[in-house]
């Protein structure tokens, strides 16, 4: 059963650190462009980023570029959202996606474009 799992989601404080994980189980994730996306209360569900299948190309969107960064470790099933100077309209709730690609310069940033999802992780930043 294809799977994905995130974690590292929590409550920090404006301008902390998080850094989420997306795992896949059941199948490898060498072959997926990944993306992650965020859904706040009473709104739609937004892209943050997408990485490559070989992490050669990332895109942020603009209200997190230069404070997160996206990277995967495919030896290890995993792809990485590193989350710096947090703010509190960064709070939501932070999914992973697959995209299954055998090109390796694709980043898809449209969320119709992915074919599985996990279920969500939840980050709060306070003021």
């Known amino acids: 059963q294809l799977q994905l799992v995130e974690s590292g989601g929590g409550l920090v404080q404006t301008g902390g650190s998080l850094r989420l994980s997306c795992a896949a189980s059941g199948f490898t994730l060498d072959s997926y462009a990944i993306g992650w996306f965020r859904q706040a209360p009473g709104k739609e569900r937004e892209t943050v980023s997408c990485i490559s299948t070989t992490g050669e190309l990332t895109n942020h969107s603009d209200s997190v570029k230069g404070r997160f960064t996206t990277s995967r470790d495919n030896a290890k099933n995993t792809v990485y959202l590193q989350m710096d100077a947090l703010e509190p309209e960064d709070t939501a709730i932070y999914y992973c996606?697959?995209?299954?690609?055998?090109?390796?310069?694709?980043?898809?940033?449209?969320?119709?474009?992915?074919?599985?999802w996990g279920q969500g992780t939840q980050v709060t930043v306070s003021s």
């Open positions: 996606a697959a995209f299954a690609t055998v090109l390796p310069l694709i980043c898809p940033t449209r969320k119709s474009s992915y074919d599985y």
